[in-house]
T-cell receptor, first 115, second 111 residues
């Protein structure tokens, strides 16, 4: 079974631009969660999608948005990039979601650098 | 609100034991533990549900004290492969906050 796939692996953008990251979950998994990882803050929850609906949302500004498609693939978008958005963005998939006490399967992440 | 992990970092010799703690100010429904090696994705270790159960996974085990809203991860007779960053994730049961992770504990095992 293929694991969680995130593309692209690396991105370099400049302030003010927008970016879209993609996540393909494990086949059969309907929940996709997104996390921002920085050295100082660890893993911070962005949002979770289940069956194309946002189920949970973390404490991030509206510049961060996401969506999920009918095949469970998910994208997250960050508009008007700021220097502080530089981070590793991880997505994780599970059958029903972490709130159902399932383990999460993480992708290798997209490393975003904002210049 | 992020759970608090301690210590932030620890260096051990191979064969020594380690304890990593995770505490929350909120009532917890479950605690999840993950390990991340440098440059890799976090990998699931175990989930503990409220009820104070202790779970084991080879020489890695964990406990969950519901009254204190604390969990501890125990690494016994550590091996070089145990090196990495350990994260606890907490879930309050309402589902509204998702899985909230701590800032992580960096564990370095030296030969």
């Amino acid at each position: 079974k293929a694991g969680v796939t995130q593309t692209p692996r690396y991105l370099i953008k400049t302030r003010g631009q927008q970016v879209t990251l993609s996540c393909s979950p494990i086949s059969g998994h309907r929940s996709v969660s997104w996390y921002q990882q920085t050295p100082g803050q660890g893993l911070q929850f962005l949002f979770e999608y289940f069956s194309e609906t946002q189920r949970n949302k973390g404490n991030f500004p509206g510049r961060f948005s996401g969506r999920q498609f009918s095949n469970s693939r998910s994208e997250m978008n960050v508009s008007t990039l700021e220097l502080g958005d530089s981070a590793l963005y991880l997505c994780a998939s599970s059958l029903r979601g972490a709130s159902t006490n399932e383990k999460l399967f993480f992708g290798s992440g997209t490393q975003l650098s904002v210049l | 609100q992020q759970p608090v992990q301690s210590p932030q970092a620890v260096i051990l010799r191979e064969g020594e034991d380690a304890v990593i703690n995770c505490s929350s100010s909120k009532a917890l429904y479950s605690v999840h533990w993950y390990r991340q090696k440098h440059g890799e994705a976090p990998v699931f270790l175990m989930i503990l549900l409220k009820g104070g159960e202790q779970k084991g996974h080879d020489k890695i085990s964990a406990s969950f004290n519901e009254k204190k809203q604390q969990s501890s991860l125990y690494l016994t007779a550590s091996q070089l492969s145990y090196s990495g960053t350990y994260f606890c994730g907490t879930e309050t049961g309402g589902g509204a906050d998702g899985l909230t992770f701590g800032k992580g504990t960096h564990l370095i095992i030296q030969p």
